[in-house]
């Protein structure tokens, strides 16, 4: 397969593009919907509550990570994650726009 052509979007279209992907699979929705709830949790919490391995949580926390939705801090021996406020909002900000930009019309197809 091919490499994507992302140098043909503009830099939003490419970001907002990143975040919808890292929040693409059941267990990251599970992982993020956790967090919400609990305000702040350690990794173990995690494993036991969406119940996959310790290895698979960690590979989905990874993920999350990677595009900035959640944050990490370590604690001794566990890190402890959370949500990344600025970065959230942002989100939340541009799916709005997103979807706030459609206007309904009478006589579609």
């Avoid at 990251?28 to 967090?35: C, M, S």
């Avoid at 021996?77 to 959230?88: E, F, L, M, Q, R």
């Amino acid at each position: 397969m091919g490499v994507s052509r992302t140098d043909i979007y503009t830099a939003e279209q490419n970001e907002l593009a990143l975040l919808m992907k890292a929040l693409a699979h059941p267990a990251r929705i599970a992982i993020i919907q956790y967090l919400i709830k609990v305000n702040k949790c350690i990794c173990g919490d995690i494993v036991e509550e969406i119940g996959l391995a310790q290895a698979t949580i960690s590979q989905h926390l990874k993920e999350l990570k990677a595009v900035g939705l959640i944050q990490g801090t370590i604690e001794g021996t566990s890190v402890c994650y959370c949500i990344n406020g600025a970065v959230w909002k942002h989100f939340q900000d541009e799916l709005n726009v997103l979807f706030g930009s459609w206007k309904p019309i009478t006589n579609c197809c």
